[in-house]
């Protein structure tokens, strides 16, 4: 008994394809199973996930790189001789030097160097505005971005705290004797508690004096 579709031939090998191994495409042709493939990386196919090109069987991914590759030849040929140079012989520009170049307008890094190593005036261009500045506890520069200002005076952030016991205080909750910072708390044990009245001198916002 034979079976149905024996005498179907593989478009590929030329052989027959039986039945039970053959893939049947919607245009009709047989193939065996082993030979429909796709030609570029041999990954089986199926008749639903298919192209051919050429009558070459390819996956949809190497079916699309086929057709790029093969569009340039047909548009030169059907150019005149001038673009048909341009087509086949012109490079395809290269994105990364084209972002990796730097216009001419732009300085860069490199001669910004160059430029202030090589001028102290520059260089001396860049130094930041009220360094003259002192640290009333450490007599050292203050910057603007470290500063603490109380009463026109200058502070370090970390040089405004309570000299007894180092704890945090605020340009608007502080009390200073003689030039020396504390919180309240250390303040009111040292002096207010002993009685001696005649020395405090306590900081408070100007906002809530009467």
Not at 9 to 36: L, M, N, S, Y
Not at 117 to 144: D, N, W
Not at 199 to 207: D, E, G, W
Request: net charge positive; proline share 7%; aromatic share 8%.
């Amino acid at each position: 008994m034979a079976f149905l579709g024996a005498h179907s031939i593989c478009k590929v090998c030329g052989r027959r394809a039986f039945f039970t191994e053959q893939v049947k495409t919607p245009g009709g042709d047989a193939f065996h199973r082993g030979c429909f493939l796709c030609k570029q990386c041999q990954k089986p196919l199926d008749a639903e996930n298919y192209a051919s090109v050429d009558g070459v069987l390819y996956c949809k991914l190497h079916a699309e790189q086929s057709d790029n590759i093969n569009s340039l030849p047909a548009a030169a040929a059907m150019a005149s001789p001038e673009q048909s140079a341009i087509l086949t012989k012109s490079p395809t520009p290269n994105l990364d030097d084209e972002l990796l170049a730097t216009p001419p307008s732009i300085p860069t890094i490199r001669k910004l160097q160059s430029e202030l190593s090589g001028s102290p005036r520059k260089a001396a261009s860049f130094k930041f505005l009220g360094t003259q500045e002192k640290c009333i506890t450490c007599s050292k520069t203050v910057y603007p971005l470290e500063k603490v200002s109380v009463e026109g005076s200058s502070y370090h952030k970390t040089c405004f705290k309570c000299l007894q016991g180092g704890c945090s205080i605020s340009p608007s909750n502080y009390a200073a004797m003689e030039g020396r910072l504390y919180c309240k708390h250390h303040f009111k044990q040292l002096f207010k508690e002993k009685g001696n009245y005649s020395q405090l001198l306590v900081k408070v916002p100007s906002s809530k004096l009467p």
